[in-house]
Nanobody, 128 residues
Framework: QVQLVESGGGLVQAGGSLRLSCAASGRTFSRSPMGWFRQAPGKEREFVAAISWSGGNTYYADSVKGRFTISRDNAKNTVYLQMNGLKPDDTAVYYC?????????????????????WGQGTQVTVFA
């Protein structure tokens, strides 16, 4: 059974940092694009960041560009999201996602439909 398990969320003061991890099990995603999305209370889930299977290409939402960094360790079947300069607006449940296939046009990294597997989410709360 394929599982994506997020960890690293928590409560942090504005300006602080957190590092989220997403560990995959049940199959390897070393050849799969992976991404992070988030959902704030009362809002729809939105794209945060994504990374190609090799790690050579990364994509970010404008709202996190320059503050968040996505990376992956294919040997560990894990993707990370380093979040610096956190703001109260970053408060949300953060979800990890993985695609079943390798190929993905760059235009589609930002879309939920591109991903086949999802984690249960980890809460990030940023207070002023």
């Amino acid at each position: 059974q394929v599982q994506l398990v997020e960890s690293g969320g928590g409560l942090v003061q504005a300006g602080g940092s957190l590092r989220l991890s997403c560990a995959a099990s049940g199959r390897t995603f070393s050849r799969s694009p992976m991404g992070w999305f988030r959902q704030a209370p009362g809002k729809e889930r939105e794209f945060v960041a994504a990374i190609s299977w090799s790690g050579g290409n990364t994509y970010y939402a404008d709202s996190v560009k320059g503050r968040f960094t996505i990376s992956r360790d294919n040997a560990k079947n894990t993707v990370y999201l380093q979040m610096n300069g956190l703001k109260p607006d970053d408060t949300a449940v953060y979800y990890c996602a993985a695609r079943d296939r390798t190929f993905l046009s760059s235009n589609y990294y930002y879309t939920e439909n591109a991903y086949d597997y999802w984690g249960q989410g980890t809460q990030v709360t940023v207070f002023a």
